[in-house]
């Protein structure tokens, strides 16, 4: 054993001072080893979709409401028929789990009326709602809970409740009628006197209504062992705040950056280009909530700017008008405010934009460099050597001599939106989590998950991207991208090394072989200035199509060390068209794509509101949503928006948690532990026998 281990193995005796407690680990893990394995939930593409994707986490993407059905659905088999619900009760019975409070405010009996008599009975109706849900309840959490270990589950239970909801747990028989082991002795009579008492007790003093939400979240919690976030938490929609705040809450995530992730990172570390980027969109989708609410950006330099150089500009709520939003309903006034700051923030935008790409020639970008080209007198841009009319020839603030120039007041706009995204606390938490949870990409369990592609050439190879004068590509590419911009974010502010890592971090958001954007190039100036569309085509990188073939995803799953013969690639960024046929599973199920439009953006373009994925003991399951109608519609109608499941991979076997990532590690505990018991008992390693007294 060499000085290293035996110093390791010491410090391990510090945790585990002697051999009974070292031994009742080993023994407690190889239990964890041999349950089933828990389930990960992916999600994709949320863009800012709060009330979308809350439900889709309360809900599990069904899975709670496939526990209901096993549990509470009668079959042939001559169950009693007390412990079979309808449909719609095991829809109320769902909806209370997904929203506790909401239900309990609507469905509780209430003693309005008078009369003494009255409110006997309601006080005795309230009794038996709690009573009768509770028992629900715990029935569902018993069932959620059956892939952990006793000790996992009530180091989750909340502090307040422990004894009391161990005591019900265990007390509530499972089945409860569902088959005839229930009461079957003295023993199971006395228990079931017990726990008539202890369910009493909580009703008498008032704590039902707590417990209720505490056991609702602990089936939710339960149900969900791990969360995929696969990218595009931010944009369009006006909640990427609140989605952060529910993602950071999760007791086990990571998230895998997308394009629009990378925006708001790089604004947050002071990225003008990108806080540009990111203002420019929430403007054109009508987003303020999350700029000026959540993050505490002031827009008013920016308005005073709109109003000084784009007050008259007739044709800027042509162009410029933002997208209808679910935010709030706008005055008209106010739209014509807001496309007059979303025009003068593009232009802020396409200047530091052609900054950046002279400063950055090997970003292989200077065919986007057009403002040079611009003719005001004549209304026109060249772009790819051919001159096009230009829909709007309002540019007051360009100067054709030095067209990528800020003028003072853009300058004083800039400086303070960059002051402003450095300086907000709620901002800068949510961006460290990116950091510290998030990554260009995930293997876990085999898996490979990745928000947009990697950069091929068109005989499927793996392209090549030069970076700072070192060749890289597929996973090198973004292993180098990664350390790059966390490197680079780390160096001092104001200095090459930091704005170099920014410059790096807004390639990743628009460059012509970003793997988290996966096209030629980006034509946002084109698609607001000129009419025709052959200027709007995005070219899409091979990959979008090359990825379809199942040795294109078994080539990319070796080089990055996923499990070529039954692994999968997992991809967002791209919305799944459900509404023209195609399918989200491709490459013979090697390739399975999750953007399926929780964007209200998209929807009419794919047809449905998302796609999730499950993977369990069990296999693979991909989960199609439909549109949302909000939380108050989901709570009255117990409405969800969860449409269908259908199952990508079916295991032949039901797969333990030994075959898992996880069980990687504890194995290499357990074997760390077996060496701790020996060294014990050689004597290189002395047990503390104090503490056996």
């Given at each position: ?585 491709k490459a013979n199920g090697r390739l399975i794509v999750i953007d399926g439009g929780f964007s209200k953006a998209y929807q009419k373009e794919t047809g449905i509101a998302g796609y999730t994925l499950l993977s369990n003991s069990y296999g693979i399951m991909l989960a199609q949503h439909m549109s949302f109608e909000g939380r108050e519609k989901a709570v009255m109608n117990h409405s969800d928006m969860h449409a269908s499941t259908s199952i990508v991979q079916s295991a032949t076997r039901r797969i333990r948690n030994a075959e898992t990532d996880l069980g990687v590690g504890i194995q290499k505990r357990i074997t760390d532990l077996e060496a701790l018991v020996e060294a014990y008992a050689k004597g290189d390693i002395r047990e503390r026998l104090l503490s056996k007294l």
């Open positions: 054993m060499s000085s290293g281990y035996t110093e390791f193995l010491s410090m391990l005796a510090e945790q585990y001072p002697t051999t009974a407690a070292a031994s009742a680990e080993i023994v407690n893990l190889k239990t964890v080893m041999s349950l089933p394995k828990g389930t990960e939930h992916f999600i994709s593409d949320v863009h800012g979709e709060y009330e979308a994707f809350i439900h889709v986490m309360q809900s599990g993407s069904g899975v709670i409401k496939r526990h209901i059905s096993e549990l509470f659905t009668g079959s042939e088999e001559g169950e009693n028929p007390a412990a079979t619900l309808s449909e719609l009760q095991q829809s109320e019975l769902a909806t209370l789990i997904y929203y506790p409070e909401d239900v309990m405010q609507r469905a509780i009996p209430r003693g309005d009326a008078p009369a003494a008599k009255v409110t006997g009975l309601v006080d005795r109706a309230r009794e038996s709602w709690f009573k009768m849900n509770i028992k629900h309840l715990l029935t569902v959490l018993q069932s959620v809970s059956s892939k952990y270990t006793r000790k996992y589950v009530a180091k989750a239970m909340p502090t307040q409740f422990k004894f009391i909801m161990d005591e019900l747990m265990y007390l509530h028989s499972q089945s409860d009628s569902l088959t005839d082991r229930w009461v079957t002795s003295r023993t199971e009579a006395n228990k079931e006197r017990y726990f008539a008492e202890v369910l009493d007790s909580v009703v008498r003093t008032g704590q039902a209504p707590v417990l209720v939400v505490e056991l609702a979240a602990m089936i939710k919690r339960l149900c969900i062992d791990h969360l995929h976030l696969v990218g595009d938490i931010y944009d369009r929609g006006p909640g990427a705040h609140l989605i952060m705040d529910e993602i950071m809450k999760h007791h086990s995530y990571d998230i895998q950056w997308g394009n629009h992730d990378v925006l708001w990172m790089a604004g947050a570390a002071g990225g003008a280009v990108s806080l540009c980027t990111a203002v420019r969109i929430s403007l054109r989708y009508s987003n303020m909530l999350t700029l000026e609410d959540a993050y505490g950006i002031s827009m008013l330099p920016l308005a005073q700017l709109a109003l000084k150089e784009y007050g008259d500009d007739p044709l800027v709520m042509k162009i410029f008008k933002p997208k209808k939003s679910t935010e709030k309903v706008r005055s008209e006034e106010d739209i014509k405010l807001l496309a007059k700051m979303h025009k003068a923030i593009a232009i802020i935008q396409f200047k530091l934009e052609g900054q950046l790409i002279e400063r950055q020639p090997g970003f292989g970008m200077s065919d986007r460099l057009m403002l040079h080209t611009l003719d005001k007198e004549k209304g026109t841009i060249q772009i790819g050597g051919k001159t096009y009319p230009l829909l709007d020839t309002n540019f007051p603030t360009v100067d054709p001599k030095n067209p990528h120039k800020l003028t003072a007041q853009e300058q004083q706009v800039l400086d303070g939106l960059v002051l402003s995204f450095r300086n907000s606390k709620e901002l800068q938490k949510h961006a460290t989590a990116l950091w510290e949870h998030g990554g260009m990409y995930k293997v876990y369990n085999g898996n490979l998950l990745l928000h947009g592609c990697l950069p091929l050439n068109l005989d499927g190879s793996f392209q090549e991207v030069d970076i700072e004068g070192k060749k890289v590509k597929g996973k090198q590419l973004c292993d180098t991208l990664d350390r790059l911009v966390r490197q680079s974010v780390l160096q001092p502010s104001g200095s090459a090394a930091r704005q170099n890592g920014l410059d790096w971090m807004y390639y990743l958001w628009t460059g012509p072989l970003s793997p988290l954007f996966g096209k030629e190039r980006m034509t946002t100036f084109e698609r607001y200035f000129i009419k025709d569309k052959d200027t709007h085509k995005e070219p899409k990188n091979p990959y979008m199509r090359l990825r379809t073939k199942e040795s294109i995803c078994k080539m990319v799953l070796e080089n990055f060390g996923g499990n070529v013969e039954t692994g999968c690639v997992i991809n967002g960024h791209t919305p799944v068209k459900v509404s023209k046929g195609e399918s989200p599973v």
